[in-house]
């Protein structure tokens, strides 16, 4: 790859048990920790400007690489076991309820979202052989 650039020339490994967050580039084989949440986490996504969210059992928080600032985005009753981005969505699966919802990922204001029957950890396209999803307005 000549001249890479941006945050898909890099890795995000994360520890899931202290929370930490590490930055690996596999073109230059250096990286490191780049925060630590200081508690149980449940999952990481990264969107395209770089920022992390991260979800533990109760909340999502979103990490500004920009800043530094750490903000809670989401706190919700369910607990969330995953999370991905697309676009400015943010989507976090509620294992305790079997829920998927979407969110605006700066704002963290609710958008209509899809409810699953059954496993929620699996983030899935609808029509990808999970024949039970219907939209949920929330």
Same mark, same amino acid.
């Given at each position: 790859v000549q001249n890479p650039h941006g945050v898909s020339d890099y890795v #995000?490994? !994360?520890d899931l048990v202290d929370g930490? &967050? #590490?930055l690996y580039n596999p073109l230059t084989q250096q990286g490191g920790r780049i925060y630590s949440f200081g508690r149980t986490i449940t999952d990481v996504a990264v969107d395209? !400007?770089?920022n992390i969210y991260v979800s533990d059992f /109760? /909340? &999502?928080y979103k990490y500004t690489v920009g800043t530094g600032a750490? !903000? !809670?985005l989401i706190s919700s009753? @369910?607990?969330f076991n995953s999370l991905a981005i697309? @676009? /400015?969505t943010l989507y976090a699966a509620s294992g305790s309820d079997s829920n998927l919802m979407s969110y605006d990922k700066d704002t963290g204001v609710n958008r209509p979202g899809f409810r699953r029957h059954g496993r929620a950890s699996i983030l899935a396209e609808p029509g990808g052989g999970n024949e039970q999803w219907d939209a949920v307005h929330g």
């Open positions: #995000f490994l !994360t930490d &967050v #590490f395209d !400007t770089g /109760n /909340n &999502v750490l !903000t !809670t009753s @369910g607990a697309q @676009g /400015n």
